[in-house]
């Protein structure tokens, strides 16, 4: 497969490729009172003249502009990613998991599970890409506990994507969509709830059957040359003694991700806070570990050197969606699906809108900002064909939550924290994401067919 950063400039090329293709429209907007934003007005849409056709300069100056509006995102990874490689650096990761591994002995994807699990909390809390810092940390417990890198990749991005496909307490996708076709707040939780429970049933499963693959046959692995050199590297580690510097260490880092996860539900806490919050968890493992505060700056330096390549699709990531909005086709694809949908039954309506919802999540990776550009339109349809509001914010997130580490453009970021790349994850992941897309369209019409209603 090509590198991370040439699939991300293909995208972008592609994107100029259909802008000369499809025409320019756009929906008027008005502003909802209920989320303070900007949405579409369904019954107004009108071809436009584009003002700013994308040319060759546009192309390559969206890199820069891309960067511009992920510097939010990226600073912050800079920032957390720094801080934990100062623990990591401290040996009290090493030494935590040496600890784990010592009481589940012969029974390691009993540790799987654990990190599955609170990767899968983090989804549920609507982390996104706040979860991103602990990535590569996840790659490392996979290796501890003698598997490879997929597994380590595997259990974080699989569990952050089933617990943020739920929709449980996700503010961008389910509380965005249910504002706006006027529910109430993370209403409707039960199917939810067992949406939940069907999604991380599938991951684990898949998880479960690669694990005891590769531990049968190291020859299976998808990343087999390296898991042979890695699994000497593990065989030949020395033991790291827990100090009890290195006990507040990760005391301190679990309470971190508690007062993350508070902050996140109870507050609305976004990048700036997270990023506070992680420069304080800083110097206070400074003082922790009796470091001088050049030598803090000099790991803190090496550790968000490591999150660089990521940082950087990141910004190449944003670039797509930048010269998307130049192109001013968005409006346009929108408009042509409402056109296919009228007139249709209410089991064909919700499978189309199930699959451009996932198609469109290609290129739109944002879940508030399809939720925007979509619901409006959902609002009014659902209630000519007497489908329920409840059911059309399900179909929606369901669309746009398992795909989201799946398509190129929004997988590429954490895989590249996990240094894996994207052919391998789809040799490893089509099978539980197959799995989880029919799961979900099942839950959907199961949905319609019970009146899953507004509470």
Known sequence: MPHVY??????????????????????????DEATGRQIINPDNFAY???????????????????????????????????????????????????KILSYTKNREFSVVVIFYTIFVIFGVLGYGEAAYPFYPLAVTIGFALGYDRVVGAGLAIVGSTVGFTCGMMNMFTTGVAQQLVGLPMFSGMGMRAVGLVVFYVIGLLGLFFYCKKIKKNPELSIVKDEYMVQHKKVENE?????????????????????????????????????????IM??????????????????????????????????????SVVTLMNQAQILDTIVYKMAGLLYGKNAILTLLIIYVFVTLFNFLVVSGSGKAVIIMPILQ???????????????????????????????????????????GAWMRFCWKIYGGMMVAAFILVIIANAIGYGPF
């Not at 050049?294 to 910004?315: L, M």
């Open 6 to 31: 040439i699939i991300l400039l293909l995208m972008m090329l592609l994107v100029v490729v259909i802008s000369w293709v499809i025409p320019s429209g756009e929906y008027e907007r008005v502003l």
């Open 238 to 278: 020395k033991l790291l003694a827990m100090t009890p510097s290195r006990i507040l260490g990760l005391i301190g880092f679990v309470a971190v991700i508690i007062i993350q996860g508070i902050g996140a539900v109870c507050y609305q806490w976004s990048f700036p806070q997270i990023a506070a919050l992680y």
């Open 380 to 422: 009014p349809l659902g209630k000519i064909l007497n489908i329920n509001q409840q059911v059309l914010v399900l179909t929606y997130q369901y669309g746009d939550g398992i795909t989201n580490s799946f398509w190129p453009g929004s997988s590429m970021v954490p895989l590249s924290l996990c240094e894996l790349g994207y």
């Open 48 to 98: 436009v003249e584009r003002e700013n056709p994308i040319t060759v300069m546009n192309y390559f100056e969206a890199v820069y502009n891309g960067f511009v509006s992920g510097a939010s995102i990226m600073g912050t990874l800079f920032i957390c990613s720094g801080v934990i490689y100062i623990l990591e650096v401290s040996g009290a990761f090493g030494a935590g998991i040496q």
């Open 281 to 318: 968890f800083g110097i206070v493992l400074g003082i922790i570990f009796r470091m001088n505060p050049n030598e803090v700056c000099t790991v803190f330096t090496q550790g968000a050197t490591r999150v660089f390549g990521a940082a950087f699709a990141i910004g190449l990531a944003n």
